[in-house]
């Protein structure tokens, strides 16, 4: 079994501090409790509750983050937190006793429509993963039971989950009027009984923290730096919207050239190349003058 790491990362609140960890901690629940008696169903929480100083403890997806009381600063106390969280983990401790098995989550699920004409996003209510999964068959989906049980409808080609949503591709055969609601009652019944999306020990989910992603910038250069920021800032939210993924590939200076990878919506969408052209390559070339010439896009 390998170990789980917990990391510290700050929040924009100098009470609150979330300690991330490289593993699931709940499937698809959210958990806050403002004292002892009310974390009587989590032993992690009421443990936590023992530190005089702890004022709220929030349980959710891969994190726990927890407010503290003024009387303490939490780089006096947050290490060794950081370490009882990550003890308590490694030793199979329980995080939230399931009281109600049987009992279904309350859950909506909406379709919605993308650029591109082969690709329809589903909205959940919930959150659905840490970090975004692309499926092209369903051999790769052994990680996901999700994805590999919507590749048992005969029109699905690919899968793309990203936070609260998935991106289904389907075959040419199909017609989206015949099978969205289809698609739409199967992914709300699943994520109601609680089966889950992504096997917790995937490697992604341990490499997709905030601390890996942080590492993995401050190896990149300085134009690289530069390019990832705009396209987080500018482009990703408009291309989420459409139910896709737009990733910093790599940064040639010799040839002035951007490589990135379009998934989910984007991958293989008509109006992509458009879209790279007209819009990030022309944002490049503004943003960073004479540094970018050409963006390229492989698809994911």
Partial sequence: MNKIGVSIQETSNPLIIKFEANSFLTQYESFEFNNIDEAKHSPLAQQLFYLPFVKKV???GNFVAIERFNIVAWKDVQNEVREQIEN???EGGIIVEN??????IAVTVYAES???????????NKKLV?????FTSIDEAKVSPFASELFHFSFVK???IDENYVSITKYDVADWNDITMELREFIKSYIENGKPIIA??????????????????EALDDISKEIVNILEEYVKPAVASDGGNIQFESYDPKRKLVRVILQGACSGCPSSTFTLKSGIENMLKEMLKDKVEIVEAING
């Fill in 88 to 90: 308590y983990l490694n």
């Fill in 200 to 217: 917790a020990d995937t490697p992604q989910i341990k490499n997709n923290t905030e601390a890996v992603k942080e590492e993995s910038f």
């Fill in 58 to 60: 929030y349980i959710s």
């Fill in 158 to 160: 690919s899968v793309f």
């Fill in 114 to 124: 993308t650029p591109n004409p082969t690709v329809t996003k589903f909205v959940a």
């Fill in 130 to 134: 840490p970090t975004l999964f692309e």
């Fill in 99 to 104: 009281t109600s098995k049987s009992k279904k």
